[in-house]
């Protein structure tokens, strides 16, 4: 599956991984570096991981354009879903 974010986001949820035992569905986080030009390029990302029940989508997130970067391989591409790092971070560490 191809997904595209916007450029820079850091927890990006999986669209339609809502299941039973992962009610709030399924996550990355994407970590970004430099290519030689100096546009940030996704350069790896985490293990898939549920996300926080509590955690809310960013509302003002921009949508994915040109300018946005895909994470993935196979199928066309899906938009993720950008979470507020702050809320993300402060859930796991409970």
């Known amino acids: 599956m191809k997904m595209q974010i916007p450029v820079g986001a ?3 949820g999986i669209p339609e991984t809502e299941s ?6 399924i996550m990355v986080e994407v970590y970004w570096e430099q290519d030689d030009s100096g546009s940030l390029c996704i350069s790896s990302h ?4 549920p996300v926080p029940y509590n955690a809310q989508p960013l509302p003002s997130a921009p949508q994915p354009s040109d300018r946005s ?3 993935g391989q196979r199928g066309g591409p899906v938009y993720g879903i950008v979470y507020d790092s702050n ?8």
Do not use: K
């Open 10 to 12: 850091r927890f990006v």
């Open 20 to 25: 039973p035992e992962n009610p709030s569905g």
């Open 46 to 49: 985490s293990d898939e991981m």
């Open 69 to 71: 970067s895909v994470l």
């Open 87 to 94: 809320q993300i971070i402060a859930a796991q560490s409970y």
